[in-house]
């Protein structure tokens, strides 16, 4: 027979030290994995938040010595007819671009998904725009609305209609501006559509088929319930997106015509750079529309969380 090996037994305090030094051992691993993303999230987001914040009180802080002025910018901010004028127009603006890539993307996804080869010539085709850089996707789009040659005014000649001043044009300007930025973005929102459709579970349609279930019965309560998070990403996402449109505004019509397309983000780098560095100004108008945000998304977040 074997010896018998001595078993160690320890005491309760060794058996809670050692327990500590393990748990201690996890949390600095932890850490260290958290550390980088930490210092980014530090250096590049919360001191420039913070910094900005300061800048909101103060005039000058770039170019200039920062100058305490109080509250004086956030009074400008709030009885500068200029500012309710731009938050209407990124407001308008949203509303028209975001359903409408929603829903041309989602067309695009469910006629992608029944097509057996070749869908991925399509996918390359639709997914190109997003690829071109701001310049050339809004210089192109200069050709497209051009008002003697432009694609679009040829195309609703054929239907015997006239041509539109579409950039000069208060009422149309922010209309056309949406639909370059549908143009361009329907690619992304059509691969992720098509994504979250082709990773649905397809024993769910075979018995709905087998039920006697429509196409549409099978869209309504199969398709658009499941793709909720989908939806909720995407809402959310687009949302932080275009509420921050820029280039294409500053190409295409610098806010004009009499300020119809001028939007929020436009402003703040007029006011940054040209309108006698108004710093303060624009780091007030910058963090209102940070907080817009926050709210905005919070309160998209909760309700489609609540739905999902």
């Not at 044009?169 to 930025?181: F, G, K, Q, R």
């Amino acid at each position: 027979m074997s010896p018998a090996v001595p078993t160690l037994r320890l005491s309760a305090a060794e058996h809670e030290r050692l327990r500590r030094r393990a748990s201690r051992g996890r949390a600095l691993t932890a850490y260290a994995f958290l550390l980088p993303n930490a210092v980014f999230f530090v250096a590049f987001l919360l001191a420039p938040t913070v910094f900005l914040f300061y800048l909101t009180f103060h005039e000058g802080g770039i170019i200039t010595p920062a100058r305490f002025v109080g509250l004086e910018n956030w009074k400008h901010v709030w009885s500068d007819p200029l500012v309710r004028t731009v938050i209407g127009n990124t407001v308008y603006y949203c509303l028209l671009a975001i359903p409408s890539v929603f829903f041309i993307g989602m067309v695009l996804a469910l006629c992608l998904q029944r097509i057996p080869r070749g869908s991925g010539v399509f996918r390359s085709i639709f997914y190109l725009p997003t690829l071109t850089p701001y310049v050339t996707a809004a210089l192109i789009w200069l050709f497209v609305v051009q008002r003697d040659f432009g694609a679009l005014n040829m195309f609703l000649g054929v239907f015997g209609l006239p041509p539109q001043n579409w950039l000069g044009n208060p009422t149309l300007v922010m209309p056309s501006i949406a639909m370059l930025e549908v143009w361009r973005g329907v690619g992304f929102w059509t691969l992720l559509f098509l994504a979250a459709l082709l990773a649905l579970p397809p024993e769910l349609y075979q018995a709905a088929t087998i039920d006697g279930a429509s196409g549409w019965q099978q869209f309504r309560h199969i398709t658009l319930p499941l793709m909720r998070p989908t939806f909720f990403f995407a809402v959310v996402m687009a949302t932080i997106w275009n509420l921050q449109l820029f280039d294409s505004v500053s190409i295409l019509t610098d806010g004009g015509p009499t300020n119809a397309s001028a939007t929020v983000v436009w402003y703040i780098y007029k006011a940054m750079f040209q309108f006698n560095d108004k710093t303060g100004f624009a780091a007030a108008l910058s963090f209102l529309l940070l907080v817009f945000i926050l709210i905005l998304t919070s309160i998209e977040i909760r309700l489609l969380r609540k739905r999902t």
